[in-house]
């Protein structure tokens, strides 16, 4: 019989799952998921696979909202960041504005 390469992605607890049972058998983690695989197969009945966990698609897609939502929130701050600086920036060149007897020339000081 040929061997085959796969590669797939599995829960974290899942994967500890798998880890515990190669622990408790000492054996490697390629070992034990084809153990539990060539097990869940060979079991007599029908076998029920369900999926009641959220899987990592539907996780990027929540990641994904909470990113859009982030985004919006940067912008927003970085919309009032804007309009401090203007605010700032307007307040200083009122400050920098001299006081009338300042703009006079020495020779019109002197009366």
């Known amino acids: 019989m040929a061997s085959m390469?796969?590669?797939?992605?599995?829960?974290?607890?899942?994967?500890?799952?798998?880890d515990?049972?190669?622990?408790e058998r000492l054996i490697d983690r390629n070992k034990a998921i084809l153990e539990i695989i060539?097990?869940?197969?060979?079991?007599?009945?029908?076998?029920?696979?369900?999926?009641?966990?959220?899987r990592s698609f539907e996780k990027i897609q929540t990641i994904r909202e909470e990113m859009q939502a982030m985004?919006?929130?940067?912008?927003?701050?970085?919309?009032?960041?804007?309009?401090m600086s203007h605010i700032l920036d307007a307040d200083r060149k009122n400050e920098m504005k001299g006081v009338p007897f300042q703009k006079k020339t020495w020779w019109r000081i002197r009366k």
């Not at 390469?5 to 798998?18: A, E, G, K, P, Q």
């Not at 097990?39 to 959220?54: D, F, M, N, R």
């Open 71 to 83: 985004n919006k929130m940067v912008i927003e701050l970085k919309n009032e960041i804007r309009l």
């Open 5 to 18: 390469r796969c590669s797939f992605t599995l829960d974290d607890d899942l994967m500890d799952v798998i």
């Open 38 to 54: 060539e097990a869940g197969l060979s079991s007599p009945g029908k076998v029920e696979v369900s999926s009641q966990k959220t």
């Open 20 to 23: 515990q049972y190669a622990k």
